[in-house]
């Protein structure tokens, strides 16, 4: 429809909200009965509230989904996805059409079963795991107010919405993340409760009896309750928390599954088709007489321009970015638009000799510090933060300001203790676009930040996690925080890259890999022990990129191949030293990414690797290292969990030392020869 003809539209008696709300309860009935699969139930309770939200307060534009200054609305309770499609079907995204909808959770559809980002125009971050969408909107919330106090109202002026349910709520991650929302103030977050006191297993009462206001008002957050299906009531509300200088929730007390005589109010209303004659009784009740899909014209044309209403403002917005001079609007674009400054690149290089030059016996996390004092002034969009842990995880740079409620324009963040909030939070920043978030903590803490570091990953998105005190090298502190699992579960993930860096070169570049890399989280696992240096000639060329390399290549041919990463490499070129002695020729290879080297050529591939045995070395259980190691290769590194004790001991008792390389090697040569 052309915008003429929604303005003539738009122009006649409007129809009544609750036909406007019955428009997103069938096309959501229709679909989960069509699928077969699904859940009806929030949709339907939760149609009001979103008429309410998408046709007077949500400012988007559906020609152009991804306009900077949009309002961001986030779907928590993602399982009720078909309640997005439909909007997004009625206010006008041309890629959600009715035909999508039909083809809900079908293959190749635009509608999975929970929201996908990058997979359907319109959807801000992927949900489902309950609890990571109110999460990752406050990541979206700070960066908002963030980006608006360093370029203004002209370019940066808008709200972030939340559709959260009781298990969003219950899930832990919320009291990290409206803890965290609450001390910065992020009024700019607003968060509708789907208050119907339904789960899965029945009513919200077996299993929980917090007082979610209270909860909320003791974290700084503006509350209220409403009826959530009374519009004047939510159009108060809403009205009233864009006016807090505070977080707010508006608890929605509405019915699950609103208008089905035989399931509103029920769990079974909650994840299953209503059934044919329940679907015929619930479109009398609600007077809808219309077949399956079918919106009336005036109905569908209301909801069109409803859609409309914010074309005029982004216009609007696109004009005052013009007005405004390069020097204002470019920094701006330039983080938008995701792309790193040429001063960038510069000083990337100029660190990279100095490392080699200098070469530094330093821990990787101490390495690490140093490239972020390197690079931060050149990034003015890269946005520093920890768990708490800044000054072990040494993740601050020397001219970094930290963010706080009367300071916006700083550029690290204290997390607080709170990794899966920080985790999530790091998304949202990153989603909402404008900085290049990366965050701190240990390694053995990765499984609290591991649901959200997997949505990252899911996403395709560019967040950087700094975890440092990545083995028994840690010493002291014993097996709860000695990582052996952590790395090859996080390999697990896809489309996450996993770097483990051997010296300070090694960790720049693996620095410049994840800033560089678009559509993928990073996970920088850092040593807190001193690394000998090895990288020491000058090279234009990043070989943490290819994700492993030759470092030493004996004369005359390999007898074996020393495979390791971070910590160990130093121990794999002091094995080859041992076997030199004895005439045997080992090849050290570095391996600091394996998803890295899995994407490069087979022929490179086969070359660093050679036809030679092979020894993985690794202060952490086997994981993967059999795809590089093959049969006739052996794993030097640990079976179970740690110890307490200082890191030379601990390397001597679990047997990750020299000698034990070079005897492994020695018997992997023997059986060779044998066969």
Request: proline share 6%; charged share 20%.
């Amino acid at each position: 429809m052309t915008a003429i003809a929604l303005q003539t539209v738009a122009a006649k008696p409007e129809i009544g909200h609750a036909e406007m709300a019955n428009a997103i309860r069938f096309l959501a009935i229709d679909a989960v009965e069509k699928a077969k699969s699904g859940h009806p139930g929030m949709p339907m309770g939760m149609a009001d509230v979103a008429t309410v939200l998408f046709r007077e307060f949500l400012r988007y534009d559906p020609t152009d989904p991804a306009w900077p200054d949009r309002d961001r609305f986030v779907l928590s309770a993602g399982h009720g996805s078909m309640l997005l499609y439909a909007l997004l079907h009625l206010t006008g995204y041309e890629a959600v059409t009715l035909d999508e909808l039909k083809s809900f959770r079908q293959w190749g559809a635009k509608t999975p079963g929970h929201p996908e980002y990058g997979h359907t125009p319109g959807v801000e971050t992927t949900t489902g795991p309950l609890g990571q969408g109110i999460a990752t909107a406050v990541g979206m919330a700070l960066a908002e107010r963030m980006m608006n106090a360093r370029y203004g109202d002209d370019l940066v002026d808008h709200y972030t919405y939340v559709i959260a349910g009781d298990g969003c709520l219950m899930e832990g991650i919320s009291h990290e993340a409206i803890s965290l929302a609450g001390h910065l103030k992020l009024s700019r977050l607003i968060v509708l409760f789907d208050d119907n006191h339904i789960s899965i297993d029945g009513s919200t009462s077996l299993s929980c009896s917090d007082d979610q206001l209270a909860r909320f008002a003791a974290s700084g957050w503006a509350t209220c309750r409403i009826d959530g299906h009374d519009p004047s009531a939510i159009s108060n509300a809403i009205a009233q928390a864009r006016q807090s200088d505070r977080p707010s929730l508006i608890a929605c007390r509405t019915t699950i599954g609103f208008g089905s005589p035989g399931r509103q109010g029920s769990e079974k209303a909650h994840g299953a088709p209503l059934g044919a004659e329940e679907v015929e009784k619930t479109r009398a009740a609600l007077n809808w007489p219309h077949p399956p899909f079918q919106i009336p014209g005036e109905i569908l044309a209301n909801w069109r321009a409803a859609g409309a209403r914010g074309r005029i403002e982004r216009q609007a917005w696109k004009e005052r970015a013009r007005r405004l001079c390069a020097g204002d609007r470019s920094p701006c674009h330039d983080a938008l638009n995701k792309k790193l400054p040429a001063t960038y690149a510069e000083r990337m290089s100029s660190l990279l000799a100095q490392l080699t030059t200098e070469q530094p016996k330093i821990a990787t996390r101490q390495a690490s510090q140093v490239t972020i004092d390197a690079i931060a002034e050149a990034l003015p969009n890269l946005l520093g933060g920890s768990a708490d842990l800044t000054h072990s995880n040494l993740t601050k740079a020397k001219t970094q300001r930290p963010v706080t409620p009367e300071a916006m324009d700083g550029n690290y963040i204290h997390y607080g203790v709170r990794e899966h909030a920080m985790a999530a939070a790091m998304n949202g920043i990153a989603l909402h676009g404008g900085f290049i978030p990366y965050g701190g903590t240990f390694l053995a803490f990765a499984d609290y930040s591991r649901p959200a570091i997997r949505l990252a990953a899911l996403m395709g998105i560019r967040v950087i996690h700094v975890m440092t005190h990545d083995s028994i090298g840690l010493g002291e502190d014993g097996p709860t925080h000695q990582p052996v699992e952590h790395l090859a579960a996080l390999r697990a993930i896809p489309n996450l890259l996993v770097f483990r860096p051997a010296d300070a070169v090694e960790t720049a570049e693996a620095w410049d890999c994840a800033l560089r890399t678009e559509t993928a989280p990073s996970v920088l696992c850092l040593s807190r022990q001193a690394l000998p240096p090895f990288r020491t000639e000058p090279s234009d060329l990043n070989r943490v990129a290819l994700g492993a390399y030759v470092v030493d290549e004996p004369e005359g041919g390999r007898d074996v191949t020393l495979i390791a990463t971070g910590s160990e490499v130093a121990i794999a070129r002091d094995a080859a030293k041992l076997l030199a002695a004895d005439g045997v020729r080992a090849a050290v290879v570095s391996a600091p990414c394996f998803e890295l080297f899995r994407q490069q050529p087979a022929a490179y591939r086969a070359d660093v690797l050679g036809e030679a045995p092979r020894i993985g070395i690794e202060a952490a259980i086997e994981g993967d290292w059999a795809r590089w190691l093959g049969d006739s290769g052996e794993f030097v590194g640990m079976q179970g969990f740690g110890a307490s004790a200082p890191a030379e001991v601990l390397y001597r008792e679990f047997g990750i030392t020299p000698a034990a390389v070079a005897d492994a090697a020695l018997r992997c040569i023997i059986r060779a020869r044998a066969s």
